[in-house]
């Protein structure tokens, strides 16, 4: 009765406050800056020069340089912006509903997931003005006054709002009830998998792993596999409501989606975000952080490959034949697209190097000594 | 493992409970007599309040089933102080189980699905025959058997585990409880989904929402968590409680409580958003019958005392860690989730605001017998495991509870 399995630690035994600042604090003070991460930093800049490249020629040429056209008019810039959204609400969660929770395990990821929301949220901002063809009129984005008062309740939750821009609309895929919840489970989902694929190289390469430890890996592996089902359960209901409802056209969608032109990456997506993951109840694999690095690298492109499967394959086919079309993203979507993931890796490099990538004080918090005593 | 804390038998429920039973049972036996008498002439009648009624208890004893379940997967003292109280919740599931059987019979008074012939709308007639593999008696009773089947043996293992906790030699059960709990809770979100599907939404078989199953799935989780405040509140005039029950604990289900009206809320809104935004006829049908005849003067009433007057009480740090005033929140949100059921299910069959006999009485009926039920199961063991290592935190007397 006594051998409760005890969980890993959420901070190695054998710290104090003086080693713990020293330990976080030298990586930004005292510590030279490695050949490595010049070498990382410069690739990512080099590919973030692509992007500023890619951006200018689009100002020059208009949105005629990208895929869209009609009847796909939401090409790369809406997937890529729905998937930069939904990683930085991982920082979100870790940050406030996590300390909500009391989840004191937090505490070591928690600013270098902060850090994380805010480069990707940069990331998604970009796209709503680079898509909209005249950019120098991006403040007509700004809310125009209050129709039909919708606006207060729609703050109070930006994934939610992000899938109600689609579910609003009459478009088959788009407009069903299940997709506010839906929209932020799958945004915690892929936000996960972005915190582990920094945390886990992060914590070998400067040597933190007694502070980012088995428990982090494990539970973070763990709210993956549960988002993931909650994903999973949204497919599920959608299908299935998509052939009980008898609206033909919700019935042609998941028909196209499992045998038209673009069936081969809604495969891909029920393998990466269903299909894989599901190993995740190996605590063997939860704990490893190989093989939790790469089933987190599948979780990010089975997030991506949902939102190309809704927004492209929805606009391809809706209800008139007539209009049906194809979507081929241009070699500048996909400079675009790259050029987003090398803006945010320069960025957490730059944060790596000038700030301390853990709260010392939090984590302080976490030592016996900082029990106070009644 | 330290010296006992609490003897066993002394954290056994107050014999009051008891007294409960027998005053349950009788009303239970009287009212379903009548209601019983009632249902020969209007059976009709009988079965809407039937099933309002049956999905409503049943909410109570399902979602106790969850919440014991996200237990045993968290820990935490606000989860062993209910522990036990929504462990006999959920034995309750084999008197749903019974409780379901005289659906079955009614199914032809409710589901129009069940007589598809006797259906005048072509366009509805043609879905019908599409959808009949599913929506067809043989289905709805196949589909029972799987659903009970899976919640019975889940509450059997849960309570036999925490039984085995009560009398020595004590195995330690808490990895096994983890194991069931997380196929558990997914199992319970898959069986709910098709139930609420089967029960309530195919109600009106044209329409469809892919959210609906999670509005009453978390409508579940909300009434067991008010009906298990509501019990602690009434075992907390005798011992064990009253030395047990800390306001903390009261604090976290005051938390609890809030964060389930939110999601409760959160779920109802998107809905109802989307589908005014979309406008389909198909659609729409189902709110432009819950806004008419009398039943938007219900929707409202949801919109302010399912929402809004609970999440203001609720912010209130006073309110949320003081039971006795807590509870009365409870009753009354317990009170609204049934609201929230009459108005999903009786619009269907009545364009103007309507109250039956049937829609009051037998609710009544088979809640006097559910909590007769409930009362004799929560007599049957401690109100906390002592021998639980993790029971410590609830059993230490409360200056010795630090951090």
Not at chain 1, 154 to 172: E, R, W
Request: include cysteine; proline fraction near 6%; charged fraction near 15%.
């Amino acid at each position: 009765m006594d051998e409760q399995p005890t969980p890993a630690p959420v901070i190695e035994p054998g710290y104090t406050f003086g080693t713990v600042t020293d330990k976080i604090s030298s990586i930004v003070l005292t510590r030279p800056t490695s050949n490595g991460w010049f070498l990382g930093f410069g690739v990512a800049f080099l590919v973030t020069m692509g992007l500023l490249y890619a951006i200018g020629y689009l100002f020059l040429k208009g949105v005629g340089i990208w895929g869209v056209n009609i009847p796909v008019g939401w090409g790369f810039a809406i997937v890529n912006f729905v998937w930069w959204i939904g990683i930085g609400h991982a920082g979100t969660l870790i940050s406030a509903i996590l300390l909500l929770l009391r989840q004191s395990w937090r505490n070591s990821i928690n600013r270098f997931a902060e850090a994380m929301t805010l480069f990707a949220v940069a990331c998604a901002g970009m796209f709503p003005v680079l898509h909209l063809g005249r950019p120098w009129l991006a403040y007509w984005l700004f809310p125009y006054p209050n129709t039909m008062n919708v606006w207060p309740p729609l703050v109070l939750s930006v994934h939610t709002v992000v899938s109600f821009d689609f579910a609003i609309g009459q478009v088959p895929g788009w407009h069903t009830t299940i997709f506010p919840p839906y929209f932020v489970a799958g945004a915690i989902y892929s936000g996960f998998a972005m915190v582990l694929m920094l945390a886990i190289p992060i914590r070998k390469f400067y040597g933190l792993e007694d502070f980012i430890t088995e428990r982090h890996l494990n539970n973070s592996a763990k709210v993956m596999l549960a988002t993931g089902l909650i994903v999973a359960y949204g497919y599920g209901i959608e299908a299935f409501m998509g052939w009980y409802g008898g609206n033909r056209y919700d019935a042609f969608l998941l028909w196209n989606r499992l045998h038209g032109p673009y069936s081969f990456f809604y495969y891909m997506l029920l393998l990466c975000n269903i299909g894989i993951p599901q190993v995740l109840w190996i605590k063997r694999l939860r704990t490893s952080p190989f093989w939790l690095f790469l089933i987190s690298g599948v979780v990010l492109v089975g997030m991506w490959l949902e939102r190309f499967i809704i927004v492209v394959v929805s606009l391809q086919r809706d209800f008139l034949t007539s209009s049906w079309g194809m979507y081929y993203p241009t070699r500048w979507d996909w400079m675009t697209f790259i050029g987003t993931i090398g803006f945010f890796l320069a960025c957490m490099f730059l944060f790596l190097r000038v700030l301390p990538m853990i709260s010392i004080f939090e984590m302080r918090t976490l030592l016996p000594e900082a029990e106070v005593k009644e | 493992m330290s010296a006992l804390l609490w003897k066993p038998e002394d954290l056994l429920a107050p014999p009051i409970v008891k007294v409960y039973q027998r005053r349950f049972l009788i009303a239970g036996v009287v009212a379903s007599v009548i209601v019983i008498i009632g249902g020969f002439f209007q059976p009709r009648v009988f079965f809407r309040g039937y099933l309002i009624s049956f999905m409503d208890w049943l909410g109570v004893a399902l979602g106790s089933m969850v919440i014991l379940m996200l237990r045993h997967l968290t820990k935490g003292g606000w989860g062993m102080i209910i522990r036990r109280i929504q462990g006999a919740a959920m034995r309750t599931i084999p008197l749903m189980t019974v409780f379901f059987i005289p659906l079955i019979f009614g199914a032809r008074y409710l589901y129009i699905w069940t007589q598809p012939d006797k259906v005048s709308d072509p366009h509805l007639r043609k879905h019908l025959e599409e959808v009949s593999s599913y929506l067809s008696l043989k289905g709805f009773v196949l589909r029972a058997l799987v659903y009970f089947a899976i919640w019975n043996l889940l509450s059997y293992l849960l309570t036999k585990w925490s039984k085995e906790q009560d009398t020595p030699p004590v195995r330690d059960n808490s990895q096994r409880f983890k194991v069931l709990s997380g196929p558990g809770i997914i199992l319970y979100g898959f069986t709910i989904s098709f139930a609420a599907i089967d029960w309530v939404m195919s109600l009106d078989p044209s329409w469809f929402s892919t959210i609906y199953p999670l509005i009453i799935l978390i409508g579940e989780v909300l009434s067991a968590f008010c009906f298990a405040i509501v019990v602690e509140r009434v075992l907390f005039n005798y011992r064990p409680m009253s030395e047990l029950l800390k306001p903390e604990y009261v604090h976290d289900h005051g938390k609890f409580m809030l964060t389930f009206i939110m999601v409760w809320a959160y779920f109802s809104f998107s809905q109802w958003l989307i589908i005014w935004a979309g406008d389909l006829p198909e659609e729409i049908s189902f709110y432009l019958r819950r806004i008419n005849g009398g039943w938007g003067w219900v929707a409202i009433a949801l919109v302010l005392f399912h929402f809004a007057m609970p999440f203001i009480l609720l912010l209130s740090r006073p309110f949320k860690r003081d039971i006795t005033r807590l509870v009365w929140l409870a009753v009354w949100m317990l009170f609204m989730r049934y609201v929230d059921l009459f108005w999903l299910a009786e619009a269907n069959f009545s364009e103007t605001f309507t109250v039956t006999w049937a829609d009051i009485a037998v609710p009544i009926a088979m809640g006097c017998l559910w909590l007769a039920y409930f009362c004799r199961n929560l007599s049957s063991m401690p109100l906390v495991p002592a021998y639980d290592s993790f029971a410590s935190e609830v059993l230490e007397p409360a200056h010795e509870h630090s951090v």
